[in-house]
Structures are given as C-alpha cells and as structure tokens.
C-alpha cells in the first residue's frame, strides 16, 4: 500500500499564470486537503492571501530562487507537511527557477521517501509566446514539463493559436493544454511523472536569467493611485527600468485594485479590502525603484 503523499511542481515564467493555475487546482475535489510552498523571487509575498483562504497549509520561501538555495527551507517544510497529513503538496516555484535544479534538491534529500512526484506542470504565456517565441531557457523548461499549459490564449486570434500550439508540438512538447484562467481538463493530468527519467539524460542548464534580474517592493499605502494612473505608472517604468513584472495593490480612496503586469498584458481587478497596499517590481533595474519613483510618477 501507497502510503505516500503526491507532489506536484509548478513552474512557468513571470507572470504566466502559476499562482491562477494553483488557485484552480486546489479548489478541485482531486486536490483536497492541499498544501502549498509558494516560492517568491522578492523577499515579501503578494499572492499568499488568496492562496492561504484555499488551502489548510500555506508555505511561502521570500527572497531567494529554491533552484539556487541550499534548499534546506524547503526539504524543512516538506518533511513538516508529510508529518502533518497525507493531502496532497504543490510547489510553486519562481518565474526564473530551473524545475531541474529543484529536482536535483529533492533527490539529494530524502523527501522521496514520503512523496510520489505525480507530474510537473510548465505554464507557458500564449501571449509572450505569440509575440517573442520561446526563448532557449523558457523552452528548456517546458520540454522537460509532462504537462505543459498555454496561459492567455483568449488574447490570441483563433488563427494564433492553432499556430503556437503546432509550433510547440513541433518542438517537442507532447503534452501541450489549453488553460483559460487556471482552468483546464484535469483529465489531461497523467498519474506518473516522467521528469526523473528525463532527468537522466538532461543536464540542468544554467539560471542566468536570476542574475540579470532584481526586485523591489515599494509600500503604496497612502497614496492615491487609480487604475488609470496604475497603467500609466507601469508603461513608463517598464520602459525606463527594463521591467518583467509587476504586482501587487494599490488603493484609490475606499477602492482596492489589485495589480498583475507583464510587459504584453496588464489586469486590474478589483481587490480585497485586507490587500496589502505594496507593489513587487521584478527586472533589470527594479531595485531602483523606490517610493519616491512612483510618488513622482503620481506628479
């Protein structure tokens, strides 16, 4: 008998959609019980507040890539969660981690004795794909995914679609799925990870997209920001900064808007009232990025 608790690993670059993805996941009769790590690239946490009113434990390593760490946080927390119950664990990595470098952690460990790996999810930006392609680092991960899930389709015309979907086939990506807004046909899901064996034959390439990028998280609380001047603020420190991302709240008198930008889509939604009122920019230059650049913005 299977005693065991099964793990899943989610990846995907900045912005793809991974946290939307678990979001969905957790919310599924397969996944009940789940527990989740949540790997941030900035030292604070923005989308932990969602997550913690989905799952029973909720895990967040700030700061650092688990690809890069010693990886003893997150051996720690994973030892804890078998100890706690058998439910079901999902790591959510950073958008710049190495899903193989993070396999090699787990391996030089002895979490595989509490854990089965049941499949390694990539979600890959149909938008940013469309647009740039895959880039050699970004492809690297998704072949080594068994399931890869295209992100932002609905931003696509019919014809881009089919397109980019042919396209990755052809580059040998064989289980490609549609997902819109973190959903999708969890029928798709196979029940075994193919991502040790593949890991025999592949070396882990090197993360150099960590060490171009930076972060900082600037607090906004107090600061009269609409969503109009939010998009604003983004398009033009996007440019100046060589920006990723940004994410995050901002409020406008008694109005919370929560914030998600790429450099090919912005969303801003209408956000909770607990939001914590501080946006997490991620690029080249984001650590110069203080309060003051969006005061000055604000004019």
Request: with cysteine; hydrophobic share 45%.
């Amino acid at each position: 008998m299977n005693d065991k608790s099964a793990l899943y690993l989610v990846n995907g670059a900045l912005g793809a959609g991974k946290t939307t993805l678990v979001d969905f996941l957790v919310q599924q009769p397969e996944f009940a019980g789940a527990r989740v790590v949540e790997n941030e690239f900035a030292s604070e946490s923005i989308d932990s507040c969602t997550l913690a009113q989905r799952v029973d434990e909720l895990a967040t390593i700030a700061g650092e890539c688990i690809c890069c760490s010693s990886g003893e946080e997150l051996i720690d927390i994973l030892h804890n969660f078998a100890i706690s119950g058998k439910a079901p664990v999902i790591i959510e990595s950073t958008g710049v981690a190495n899903t193989l470098r993070v396999l090699e952690k787990l391996l030089a460990s002895d979490v595989f004795e509490q854990y089965d790996l049941k499949q390694s999810l990539y979600v890959v930006d149909g938008a940013e794909a469309r647009v740039d392609g895959l880039s050699e680092t970004l492809l690297a991960e998704a072949q080594a995914a068994d399931t890869v899930l295209i992100s932002k389709l609905d931003l696509l015309a019919e014809n881009d679609r089919q397109q980019l979907i042919e396209t990755l086939l052809q580059q040998g990506l064989t289980n490609v799925v549609n997902m819109d807004h973190g959903k999708f046909d969890l029928v798709r899901l196979d029940d075994k990870s193919q991502i040790l064996d593949y890991l025999l034959l592949h070396e882990p390439a090197e993360n150099v997209t960590e060490n171009t990028l930076n972060y900082s998280v600037v607090d906004v609380a107090s600061l009269a920001i609409s969503a109009e001047k939010i998009e604003n603020i983004w398009t033009n420190l996007r440019s100046k900064y060589a920006l990723r991302r940004m994410k995050g709240a901002v409020a406008d008198g008694n109005e919370i808007y929560h914030i998600e930008a790429t450099p090919q889509q912005m969303r801003v939604t209408r956000g909770a009232i607990d939001e914590s009122l501080k946006l997490v920019v991620i690029g080249e230059r984001a650590r110069e990025i203080t309060r003051a650049v969006i005061m000055k913005e604000l004019g």
